[in-house]
């Protein structure tokens, strides 16, 4: 039996002062909170999140309720997404083209989240880190074939994400879907499938063919309902106009 956690108690929750990253405005913050809008300027600050036992604990998820538990790693991957963006950025230097790619697919692996569930900590680190084996791809074998990325790639990011401080586990999922992201019905998870579907979304604008031809390659390609949704409306309605 899993009993109450000491943290949730109402009377152990104590406040602090949050200085507004961008005007300076020093506004209270409780401890359960991590982000908090500026009544001032309106943007949004975070506090510096220490590891809780949510982070370690096996049983956190029954502990304090899936809900919140979802929330929590939901606001918590949000918070390392700067973070990983850097990395990224660091690691590509100026091929402004691969980071770009990124973050576009980052943007819609982020709008299928919110629609198809799937796991935040898992999708996100995988969106911003799907392509890292392109660079040593090409340097090692002046190609950027999707087999060679998926050979290269997860040792890549298996440092970068060691040096955030991902667990182990999450680290082999994220990896398992970098290491496979260019070869569909490999892995069958909702997070793989967000991957694919964000990636596609991205490149099919390469797709030089009719709209017939078109909207057959939606229907074959995409995984989920909204990824299909989205490309209908993205691609397709853009055509007619």
């Known amino acids: ?6 943290g ?5 929750i104590t406040a602090e002062i949050l200085k507004c990253s961008k005007c300076g405005y020093e506004k209270e913050i409780f401890s359960d909170e991590i982000k908090s809008k500026c ?4 943007s949004i600050s975070s506090r510096e999140v220490l590891p809780t036992c949510i ?8 502990c304090v309720g899936g809900e919140a538990y979802d929330i929590y790693a939901r606001n918590k991957t949000l918070l390392l997404k ?3 963006t850097k990395e990224l950025e660091g690691y590509f230097g100026r091929d402004i083209k691969r980071i770009n790619h990124a973050q576009k697919v980052l943007d819609y692996a982020e709008k299928l989240l919110r629609k198809e569930g799937g796991d935040w900590r898992i999708v996100v680190p995988a969106a911003i880190l799907h392509d890292v084996g392109i660079k040593i791809a090409e340097q ?3 190609s950027s074939a999707g087999h060679l990325q998926e050979k290269e790639g997860p040792e890549v990011a298996r440092k970068i994400l060691l040096k955030l401080g991902f667990k182990k586990d999450e680290i082999e999922k994220i990896c ?22 964000a990636d596609w979304l991205v490149n099919l604008k390469d797709e030089i063919v009719d709209e017939d031809k078109l909207a ?23 055509k007619e106009e």
Not at 8 to 12: G, P
Not at 183 to 192: E, L, V
Not at 217 to 237: G, M, N
């Open 1 to 6: 039996m899993i009993y109450k956690c000491p």
């Open 8 to 12: 949730q108690d109402q009377k152990n």
């Open 39 to 42: 009544p001032k300027c309106q």
């Open 55 to 62: 982070d370690w604990c096996k049983y956190a998820k029954e």
């Open 82 to 84: 700067d973070k990983l």
């Open 140 to 142: 090692k074998y002046g």
């Open 176 to 197: 398992l879907i970098i290491s496979h992201h260019h070869s569909p019905g490999k892995i069958k998870s909702r997070n793989f499938d967000i991957i694919l579907d």
């Open 216 to 238: 057959k390659i939606i229907d074959k390609v995409f995984v989920t309902k909204t990824a299909k949704e989205i490309a209908k409306t993205v691609y397709l309605q853009k």
